[in-house]
């Protein structure tokens, strides 16, 4: 009876083992798979990037800043700062030039929903940057400031590309807004490290010359 007992016991902990080892081999497979699939841009997340590129007149930053935040939102692994540089001027290069002209054609892009977002990332990047150099000045932007400026920037555009606006100091809706904005650039204004930027004369390679789309961005 014991040694029933002791082989019946042996035959569950041989299974619960079995049991663990699948598991951990069908967590090791999805890890596997998810990590083949980071950073392989869809196409509308690399549309998106290459027309943010497009707009900040080959400076890579706002670009590599906005696929960091897309690849956190996906939980893909962290690259750093020129991993991600040379992904942003990777996939503009690999961009035919047609499709470039396609996409940065304002009168009637390819992708109004890529250009809307490209837009919309772009004024607040803006913004990060005129708050920014408020800041070297010695300034604290009040909310109000930053508020007005954002407005200034996106009457700028193309009435059917502009973002919905922020509103004023007075509505807390529009406080919110800011609060986002701050958080999505981690709570706080501060610089990247300064890299080449692209001659502009690569960028228009990629497309005709055209009316300059979006100048403020």
């Not at 800043?65 to 690849?71: A, C, K, M």
């Not at 250009?115 to 300034?139: D, H, I, P, S």
Request: with cysteine.
């Amino acid at each position: 009876m014991d040694q029933r007992r002791r082989q019946g016991a042996i035959d569950a902990q041989l299974l619960a083992l079995r049991g663990d080892i699948r598991r951990a081999q069908a967590k090791q497979r999805a890890k596997a798979k998810a990590q083949a699939r980071a950073w392989v841009l869809g196409v509308s997340l690399l549309r998106v990037v290459v027309l943010i590129y497009w707009l900040a007149d080959g400076v890579v930053d706002p670009a590599v800043f906005y696929l960091r935040q897309r690849g956190r939102q996906h939980h893909w692994p962290d690259k750093d700062d020129e991993e991600l540089a040379d992904l942003v001027q990777q996939v503009f290069a690999d961009t035919a030039d047609a499709d470039v002209l396609a996409l940065t054609d304002a009168d009637d892009p390819l992708d109004v929903a890529a250009l809307k977002e490209a837009t919309r990332y772009g004024l607040q990047w803006r913004l990060r940057t005129w708050t920014l150099a408020q800041n070297r000045k010695g300034v604290a932007v009040p909310a109000g400031d930053n508020l007005e400026e954002f407005e200034a920037r996106r009457l700028e555009q193309p009435p059917a590309l502009r973002p919905a606006p922020w509103g004023d100091v007075w509505n807390g809706a529009a406080r919110m807004r800011l609060s986002r904005w701050r958080w999505c650039f981690n709570g706080r204004v501060d610089e990247m490290r300064a890299r080449e930027v692209v001659d502009a004369a690569h960028l228009w390679a990629k497309a005709l010359p055209m009316v300059s789309l979006h100048q403020s961005l």
